[in-house]
């Protein structure tokens, strides 16, 4: 038998007295094991969706982008380069889309075919262009001129594309070894069945000038995309004006970066509507030295090559200008005399802000010009 010690106190082990935790606490209740399963079985299932779907996304907004490049034309990259290049440097601007594909058409010549380049801005109709068009009140006018150096003799191939387009030849009263291009576009368009107006214009949010403006009424095409509004309407002698109108003062400078975009997506989206369209009138010219401009299209080789091709031989002959300038004139012609009841009338579009205008005419396959307008005269 064994005998206690007196005076220890027998004690339980420290672990004894923590609380008991019931291991079930910790485990998961059978009623919801079914529904973490289904969590997991939904969670497999989005993911399995998104693997699909998102490439089949990417996939559609890829071949919608390349749909749109497929779409776009010669005229519509030119444009949308040009504008980029020049727009930031004054309010109001005017190029031809005509006459500046004629001078790289002409380049392409003098280069011998091989700026390859160059075919991404080139109409395949531009040979074909008439360069002049008189009909009642509007005239236009494209006018080229080739200056080389007497001691030169031009390939065969420019003289025949010279010819054909209407370009000038012409050899310096002070012959120097250079070879220099002067395209000049002018359009006087008169605007008949008018009605005249004074209109408030957003130069900017807080600058308000008060102008008159041309009111023209009957079935016009017009498309509402994002950002913006596009006008095309029909004038006499087969003219035709296509307006770019951003919804708010500000986003001119988003319509222009996007403008080739724009082009295309509002083809396939106009609607003919009864509208009375309000434009102010205006003139506006400009001269634009052109090298600079090449050299933004990429086109940097074509100048800085300096080279003339002669059948086999190369000619270091540099081109030393090229000029490019154009001038639009829009002004009102008879009152408005109409038979378009102003209550038909579906939807007024006022042009008071800046705004793009591309003018063009049934008989010829480019925009004859192409201005920017956004700071009253």
């Not at 889309?97 to 011998?112: E, Q, W």
């Not at 531009?126 to 001129?145: A, E, P, R």
């Not at 708010?248 to 970066?257: E, K, M, P, Q, T």
């Not at 509002?266 to 400009?286: A, C, G, H, M």
Request: charged share 20%; aromatic share 4%; hydrophobic share 40%.
């Amino acid at each position: 038998m064994t005998v206690p010690v007196v005076g220890v106190i027998t004690r339980k082990p420290p672990w004894r007295y923590m609380p008991e935790i019931s291991a079930t606490r910790f485990s998961v209740s059978g009623s919801l094991r079914p529904k973490i399963g289904l969590l997991l079985l939904l969670v497999l299932v989005v993911l399995s969706v998104c693997l699909l779907v998102v490439p089949l996304v990417t996939q559609l907004q890829a071949d919608k982008r390349a749909d749109l490049i497929t779409l776009r034309r010669p005229s519509d990259v030119l444009i949308g380069e040009f504008l980029r290049h020049v727009w930031r440097s004054r309010p109001n601007l005017v190029f031809s889309p005509a006459g500046f594909s004629h001078v790289l058409y002409l380049l392409h010549t003098l280069r011998g075919n091989k700026q390859s380049g160059l075919l991404k801005y080139i109409d395949p109709q531009i040979s074909s262009v008439k360069k002049q068009i008189n009909k009642g009140n509007q005239s236009f006018l494209v006018d080229t001129t080739l200056k080389s150096p007497p001691e030169m003799a031009l390939p065969p191939a420019v003289i025949q594309v010279a010819l054909a387009s209407g370009t000038k030849l012409n050899v310096p009263s002070n012959p120097s070894n250079q070879l220099s291009i002067t395209n000049t576009n002018s359009l006087n368009l008169v605007i008949d069945n008018v009605e005249v107006s004074e209109e408030d214009f957003f130069v900017s949010s807080k600058n308000v000038k008060r102008i008159p403006m041309l009111g023209v009424r009957g079935g016009m095409k017009v498309a509402v995309l994002k950002d913006l509004t596009v006008i095309e309407t029909g004038l006499q002698d087969g003219f035709s004006l296509t307006i770019l109108l951003p919804d708010r003062v500000n986003r001119l400078g988003a319509v222009v970066d996007n403008i080739q975009e724009y082009l295309v997506s509002s083809r396939s989206s106009l609607e003919t509507k009864n509208v009375l369209l309000k434009i102010p009138q205006f003139t506006i010219e400009d001269v634009h030295p052109s090298l600079p401009i090449l050299e933004s299209l990429g086109l940097k080789e074509l100048v800085a090559g300096n080279l003339l091709s002669q059948e086999e031989n190369v000619v270091n002959i540099p081109l030393t200008n090229i000029t490019h300038s154009a001038r639009i004139q829009l002004s009102k012609g008879k009152d408005w005399v109409s038979a378009v009841d102003s209550e038909a009338t579906e939807a007024m579009v006022v042009c008071d802000r800046g705004f793009i205008l591309n003018v063009q005419h049934q008989d010829h396959p480019l925009p004859l010009l192409t201005a920017i307008y956004s700071q009253p005269n």
